[in-house]
C-alpha cells in the first residue's frame, strides 16, 4: 500500500456517503432501540480475512473431509495490551513510543493498543462527523515503531537518522505487502483492526506469519455519553478468531467525576457496555460465533475507568508522596466496587505497585494542584484511573505496569499476557497450502516460486 495511504476499510459506499453527516440523531435512536453504535466497519491492512474461511471449504472438497484427521493442540502466544488516554493531545512526528511499546527489550505476538481522547470532546467532535487524521497518525507511528527492527538499511530507525532530518513514520509498502529483502512476513506487523469512536481509538496489532491464522474481525461501539448515548463516553470493543480460539477487547473511557457516588455513573456504564455490546454470529458462513462480550474464550478490558480513591485530597497526596500503595488501594473506588459485588462480578486485575496514572500537568511530573505558586487552582487528587481487566481462563499475566510518557495528564497502563490457543491440526497440506500466506499473494502462477526457488527446488511440493 502506498506510503501515505489510509488503511484498508470494508465500509460500503453507503457509509461513505454519509462521512459529513451530523451523528447525534442517528446515535439517539439507536440508544432507544437498543442497538449498539455505529457500524461494524473498521479500517485494517486489507480485507477482512472471512473470505479465507471460503478458501478453505473450497479446499475441503478438493480431498474428501471425511479422510482428514484433525487434532486440536495447544499453543501459547504473547500479548500486549495498553491503554492510555492522550488528553486531547496530537502525537508529534517525533513521538517516541519504543519504551511504551518495550521493543528493545521483548517482541509480542499481539499488541492491543487504546486509546481514549485522541481529540478534544468538544461538542464539535462529539457531534460531529468522525474525523480520521488523528488516528491515522497514531497507527502511522506505530507501524513504524513495532516495524522498526525489521527495517532495511535504507528504512532506518529515528536514531540512527541524521541530526536535523525529520522522522519518517510511514515505512514504504506496496500494496499491503512487505519491501522485498528488507522486511520478512514473520517479523512484519500488520493491524487487522483500527476502529474509532469520538475520543477513543482501539488499534490491534498482530505478527505478520499470524495473519492468515485471524478469522472474522469485527468491532462494537457503545456510547454512553451525553443523553447516555453519545460517543464522548463509552466503549470500542473488537473481537476476532486466532485458530480456534475467540478474542474480545473492551476499550472503555467511563463516567468522569471525583465527587462522593460518581462511582456509580462508572458502575452505570459499565453494564450498559456489557448489555449493549454485540457482534455478527457468523452470517452466510452459518458459524455459530459469540455475539456478547463475555461470550469469548479469551476477554481483557481496558481503559480510563476513572475510578478514584474514597479520601480527601490531602490525605490521598500525602499517602501517594509516602508511595503507601496499599492503604491508598483499600480506598481504590474499583477495588471497593468488585468487592463489594456492584461491578465487574468475575474479573481480574493484577497487583498494583506503581503510582497513581491521573492526574499531571503535561510534560511534568506533578500531580495537578500540587505545585507551588499554583494557588487557588483546582486540586485533582491522584487516582488510578487507567486500568486492565481480564475475565475467564487461558490468560496468565507476567506485567502490570505504567510507562512514563509526558504527552498528557495520564500515564499509559501496559499488561502483558500469555494466551492459550487451540490451534487445529489437520493431515490435509493442500488446505495448508491455500491457507497459507504464499498462496494469499499469489498473483500469477509464476510467482509461486523466486527464481532462487526453481534453482533448488526441481520437483516442487504444495506441502509449505
Same mark, same amino acid.
Given at each position: 500500500?502506498?506510503?501515505?495511504?489510509?488503511?484498508?476499510?470494508?465500509?460500503?459506499? #453507503? !457509509?461513505?456517503?454519509?462521512?459529513?453527516?451530523?451523528?447525534?440523531?442517528?446515535? *439517539?435512536?439507536?440508544?432507544?432501540?437498543?442497538?449498539?453504535?455505529?457500524?461494524?466497519?473498521?479500517?485494517?491492512?486489507?480485507?477482512?480475512?472471512?473470505?479465507?474461511? !471460503?478458501?478453505?471449504?473450497?479446499?475441503?472438497?478438493?480431498?474428501?473431509?471425511?479422510?482428514?484427521?484433525?487434532?486440536?493442540?495447544?499453543?501459547?502466544?504473547? %500479548?500486549?495490551?495498553?491503554?492510555?488516554?492522550?488528553?486531547?493531545?496530537?502525537?508529534?512526528?517525533?513521538?517516541?513510543?519504543?519504551?511504551?511499546?518495550?521493543?528493545?527489550?521483548?517482541?509480542?505476538?499481539?499488541?492491543?493498543?487504546?486509546?481514549?481522547?485522541?481529540?478534544?470532546?468538544?461538542?464539535?467532535?462529539?457531534?460531529?462527523?468522525?474525523?480520521?487524521?488523528?488516528?491515522? /497518525?497514531?497507527? +502511522?507511528?506505530? =507501524?513504524?515503531?513495532?516495524?522498526?527492527?525489521?527495517?532495511?538499511?535504507?528504512?532506518?530507525?529515528?536514531?540512527?537518522?541524521? %541530526?536535523?532530518?525529520?522522522? /519518517?513514520?510511514?515505512? %514504504?509498502?506496496?500494496?499491503?505487502?512487505?519491501?522485498?529483502?528488507?522486511?520478512?512476513?514473520?517479523?512484519?506487523? @500488520?493491524?487487522?483492526?483500527?476502529?474509532?469512536?469520538?475520543?477513543?481509538?482501539?488499534?490491534?496489532?498482530?505478527?505478520?506469519?499470524?495473519?492468515?491464522?485471524?478469522?472474522?474481525?469485527?468491532?462494537?461501539? *457503545?456510547?454512553?455519553?451525553?443523553?447516555?448515548?453519545?460517543?464522548?463516553?463509552?466503549?470500542?470493543?473488537?473481537?476476532?478468531?486466532?485458530?480456534?480460539?475467540?478474542?474480545?477487547?473492551?476499550?472503555?473511557?467511563?463516567? &468522569?467525576?471525583?465527587?462522593?457516588?460518581?462511582?456509580?455513573? @462508572?458502575?452505570?456504564?459499565?453494564?450498559?457496555?456489557?448489555? @449493549?455490546?454485540?457482534?455478527?454470529?457468523?452470517? %452466510?458462513?452459518?458459524?455459530?460465533?459469540?455475539?456478547?462480550?463475555?461470550?469469548?474464550?479469551?476477554?481483557?478490558?481496558?481503559?480510563?475507568?476513572?475510578?478514584?480513591?474514597?479520601?480527601?485530597?490531602?490525605?490521598?497526596?500525602?499517602?501517594?508522596?509516602?508511595? $503507601?500503595?496499599?492503604?491508598?488501594?483499600? #480506598?481504590?473506588?474499583?477495588?471497593?466496587?468488585?468487592?463489594?459485588?456492584?461491578?465487574?462480578?468475575?474479573?481480574? $486485575?493484577?497487583?498494583?505497585?506503581?503510582?497513581?496514572?491521573?492526574?499531571?500537568?503535561?510534560?511534568?511530573?506533578?500531580?495537578?494542584?500540587?505545585?507551588?505558586? /499554583? #494557588?487557588?487552582?483546582?486540586?485533582?487528587?491522584?487516582?488510578?484511573?487507567?486500568?486492565?481487566?481480564?475475565?475467564?481462563?487461558?490468560? /496468565?499475566?507476567?506485567?502490570?505496569? @505504567?510507562?512514563?510518557?509526558?504527552?498528557?495528564?495520564?500515564?499509559?497502563?501496559?499488561?502483558?499476557?500469555?494466551?492459550?490457543?487451540?490451534?487445529?491440526? &489437520? +493431515?490435509?497440506?493442500? #488446505? &495448508?497450502?491455500?491457507?497459507?500466506? =504464499?498462496?494469499?499473494?499469489?498473483?500469477?502462477? +509464476?510467482?509461486?516460486?523466486?527464481?532462487?526457488?526453481?534453482?533448488?527446488?526441481?520437483?516442487? &511440493?504444495?506441502?509449505?
Amino acid at each position: 500500500m502506498p506510503s501515505s495511504s489510509p488503511l484498508y476499510s470494508p465500509s460500503t459506499m #453507503k !457509509e461513505k456517503h454519509k462521512k459529513g453527516e451530523v451523528m447525534w440523531p442517528r446515535l *439517539v435512536a439507536n440508544k432507544v432501540l437498543g442497538r449498539p453504535l455505529g457500524s461494524h466497519s473498521f479500517t485494517a491492512d486489507y480485507p477482512s480475512s472471512d473470505m479465507l474461511v !471460503e478458501m478453505e471449504n473450497s479446499s475441503n472438497m478438493i480431498i474428501n473431509p471425511k479422510k482428514i484427521s484433525n487434532h486440536k493442540e495447544t499453543q501459547k502466544y504473547k %500479548v500486549f495490551v495498553s491503554t492510555w488516554n492522550v488528553g486531547g493531545v496530537p502525537p508529534t512526528d517525533n513521538l517516541e513510543l519504543k519504551d511504551w511499546l518495550d521493543i528493545d527489550n521483548n517482541t509480542y505476538d499481539i499488541y492491543i493498543l487504546g486509546f481514549q481522547e485522541i481529540v478534544p470532546l468538544s461538542a464539535k467532535n462529539v457531534l460531529g462527523a468522525e474525523k480520521s487524521r488523528v488516528s491515522m /497518525k497514531w497507527n +502511522s507511528l506505530i =507501524r513504524a515503531t513495532l516495524n522498526c527492527k525489521s527495517l532495511s538499511n535504507s528504512q532506518r530507525c529515528d536514531q540512527e537518522l541524521k %541530526v536535523g532530518e525529520k522522522q /519518517k513514520v510511514y515505512p %514504504v509498502l506496496k500494496d499491503g505487502c512487505t519491501p522485498k529483502d528488507s522486511i520478512t512476513t514473520q517479523d512484519y506487523f @500488520r493491524c487487522i483492526i483500527s476502529k474509532q469512536m469520538v475520543g477513543i481509538l482501539v488499534s490491534v496489532w498482530v505478527r505478520g506469519d499470524l495473519r492468515r491464522h485471524i478469522r472474522h474481525p469485527s468491532v462494537s461501539c *457503545v456510547g454512553c455519553g451525553i443523553m447516555g448515548c453519545l460517543g464522548n463516553k463509552g466503549s470500542v470493543s473488537v473481537r476476532f478468531r486466532l485458530h480456534e480460539t475467540s478474542f474480545c477487547f473492551v476499550c472503555c473511557h467511563l463516567a &468522569s467525576g471525583g465527587k462522593e457516588g460518581d462511582e456509580m455513573h @462508572r458502575n452505570s456504564d459499565a453494564v450498559e457496555i456489557f448489555s @449493549r455490546t454485540g457482534f455478527p454470529g457468523g452470517g %452466510v458462513h452459518h458459524l455459530d460465533l459469540p455475539k456478547k462480550i463475555l461470550d469469548h474464550d479469551r476477554v481483557v478490558l481496558l481503559g480510563d475507568l476513572n475510578y478514584r480513591i474514597s479520601l480527601p485530597e490531602e490525605s490521598t497526596i500525602s499517602l501517594v508522596e509516602q508511595k $503507601e500503595w496499599n492503604t491508598l488501594l483499600e #480506598k481504590d473506588q474499583l477495588r471497593c466496587e468488585v468487592s463489594g459485588g456492584r461491578a465487574f462480578d468475575g474479573w481480574h $486485575e493484577g497487583p498494583i505497585s506503581f503510582s497513581p496514572t491521573y492526574k499531571y500537568y503535561p510534560n511534568s511530573d506533578e500531580y495537578y494542584g500540587c505545585m507551588q505558586g /499554583k #494557588k487557588g487552582e483546582k486540586k485533582r487528587s491522584p487516582a488510578w484511573c487507567d486500568r486492565i481487566l481480564w475475565h475467564g481462563n487461558g490468560l /496468565k499475566q507476567h506485567l502490570y505496569d @505504567r510507562c512514563e510518557s509526558k504527552l498528557s495528564d495520564h500515564r499509559p497502563v501496559r499488561a502483558i499476557f500469555t494466551a492459550e490457543v487451540e490451534v487445529l491440526r &489437520s +493431515s490435509n497440506s493442500l #488446505k &495448508s497450502f491455500f491457507m497459507s500466506d =504464499r498462496f494469499h499473494h499469489i498473483q500469477d502462477p +509464476s510467482d509461486l516460486f523466486s527464481n532462487e526457488d526453481h534453482d533448488q527446488m526441481p520437483r516442487p &511440493s504444495l506441502q509449505l
